[in-house]
C-alpha cells in the first residue's frame, strides 16, 4: 500500500503540531522550573534571615541568664553574710564565679566564702 501525497500532508500535519505542542510543554516546564528556582531562593533567604534571628534571641537569651545570675548573687551575698553571723561564722571575703578544672572534671560555685578558719561553698 502507498501513501498518498494527501496522507504525507496529514502526517506531516500532525507531526507539526505534535513539534508545536511539545515546544509549548518544554516552555511551560523551563518556566515552572524558574518558579520553582525562584521559591527555592527566597525559601532559603527565608531560613537563613530565621537562623540569624534564632541566633540573635538565643545570645539574648543568655545575657539575660548572665543578668540574672548577677542579681540573684547579689540578692544572695547579704543573706548570706546575716545568715553566717547569726550562726557566729565571721565572713571576712567573697569570691563569686569561681571555677576549678582538673583532670577533665569540673565544679563551678557560685560563691565562696571565706574566714580565718573555714571556706564555705555557696551554689
Do not use: C, Y
Request: hydrophobic fraction near 35%.
Amino acid at each position: 500500500m502507498t501513501a498518498t501525497i494527501e496522507d504525507i500532508r496529514a502526517i506531516l500535519k500532525e507531526l507539526a503540531q505534535s513539534q508545536q505542542e511539545l515546544s509549548q510543554s518544554q516552555q511551560e516546564l523551563s518556566q515552572a522550573q524558574q518558579k520553582l528556582s525562584q521559591a527555592q531562593k527566597e525559601t532559603d533567604k527565608q531560613i537563613k534571615e530565621t537562623d540569624k534571628q534564632i541566633n540573635r534571641v538565643s545570645k539574648q537569651i543568655g545575657e539575660l541568664g548572665n543578668r540574672l545570675g548577677e542579681f540573684v548573687e547579689w540578692q544572695v551575698r547579704p543573706a548570706v553574710v546575716r545568715l553566717f553571723q547569726e550562726r557566729g561564722i565571721d565572713v571576712h571575703e567573697f569570691h563569686p564565679g569561681i571555677s576549678v578544672k582538673r583532670d577533665n572534671e569540673g565544679l563551678e560555685i557560685d560563691l565562696l566564702v571565706v574566714n580565718d578558719t573555714d571556706a564555705i561553698l555557696v551554689e
